[in-house]
């Protein structure tokens, strides 16, 4: 079942496509000694950017090459890639959202990016290099952006980091000015279907469902799929067919099942579902020769923007859906 799909951490991926000319960027500045000291690596979430970073990381430790898991490949059994996936490589420090304790924290915090400096002063303990891989730099806080910049200031000597981010013009100016940038393109629709069709056990429909949301991003399909997201994509079709009227009592359930930290995920997946659907549908209401709707344009910027305003205020998700809900409703009404 796709529902009980456990998605790999990206340390512990090896199998690798669709990047081969952003490895082929990085061996040659590696072999040409031309190695910049910070790599941006950008584009949508879930197009591999952590595992090539990880890739990248396995080659600066010295793990030996092995073709057969592409250009920057190496074989799982390698002793360096066991300590990475051990998480206990003396020369490669991660900052995550996911803290020690396993449970994700809202930005990566200040504490974690001073960690940078003392760990880039040291020699490399059993490495030609110390590697940092800040998956993703999008989730700094301000305080921890700048803690970064000051060790992109001051590039350490056999030092390299991997800065993996989803939105680039968030970040710094001057920490985009001072990195290398990577880009990772979205695969085509039917690569990413049959992807996720053979890696979470789905049918063709449902497989490509899964490519379509997740706009070219196998890794974030995969998320999706093992996060039950086909079951919110088919409540969010409904709930929106249904407008202005619905059913009350599913609506109740709705809201009801937004508790805890499994319900935070369900109530961020409704809502994006609930834009995408929105935006589809003023999209082909445009196509069809018909005005661009304020209305619904307002909605969809709604339903982007309140998720993160409920959580980053620690806002009740229930209140946050009636409300949404509520507009929707009189966008209907006033279509």
């Known amino acids: ?76 059994g390698d002793p360096v890639c066991r300590q990475i996936i051990a998480r206990s490589h003396p020369d490669l420090l991660v900052l995550e959202r996911v803290g020690e304790d396993g449970k994700p924290r809202k930005v990566i915090p200040v ?30 806080n301000p305080n921890a952006a700048n803690a970064l910049l000051k060790t992109l200031e001051e590039p350490p000597p056999r030092g390299v980091l991997f800065l993996v981010s989803h939105a680039p013009g968030g970040l710094l100016p001057t920490i985009r000015s001072r990195c290398r940038r990577l880009r990772f393109d979205p695969w085509p629709e039917a690569d990413v279907a049959a992807f996720v069709r053979h890696r979470a056990g789905v049918n063709a429909e449902d497989a490509l469902r899964l490519a379509r949301m997740s706009r070219g991003a196998p890794g974030r399909a995969l998320e999706l799929a093992a996060a039950g997201a086909l079951d919110i994509d ?5 709930l929106l067919r249904a407008l202005p009227g619905g059913d009350p009592s599913a609506y109740q359930a709705l809201a009801d099942s937004f508790r805890g930290a499994e319900g935070a995920e369900r109530f961020q997946l409704l809502f ?22 304020a209305r619904w344009t307002e ?17 009740d998700r229930a209140d946050a859906f009636w409300t949404a809900l509520a507009s929707l409703r009189a966008a209907a009404r006033a279509a």
């Open 1 to 76: 079942m796709a529902e009980a799909l456990e998605v790999p951490h990206p340390r512990e991926v090896f199998a690798y496509e669709h990047g081969e000319a952003a490895e082929r960027a990085f061996l040659d500045a590696l072999e040409r000694g031309r190695l910049h000291h910070a790599w941006l690596l950008v584009g949508l979430e879930g197009l591999g950017k952590a595992t090539f970073a990880y890739r990248a990381a396995r080659r600066l430790l010295g793990a030996a090459p092995d073709p057969a898991h592409g250009l920057l490949g190496a074989a799982p």
């Open 299 to 315: 909605v969809w910027e709604m339903l982007i923007n309140l998720p993160r305003e409920t959580e980053g205020l620690n806002l």
């Open 272 to 293: 994006e579902r609930l834009a995408d659907h929105v935006r589809q549908g003023a999209v082909a209401g445009v196509l069809e020769g018909g005005a661009p709707n």
């Open 234 to 238: 088919t409540a969010a079709h409904n």
């Open 111 to 140: 504490d974690e990016a001073r960690r940078l400096p003392e760990f880039f002063s040291k020699a490399p303990a059993s490495a030609p290099f110390r590697v940092a891989i800040i998956d993703a730099v999008d989730d700094m």
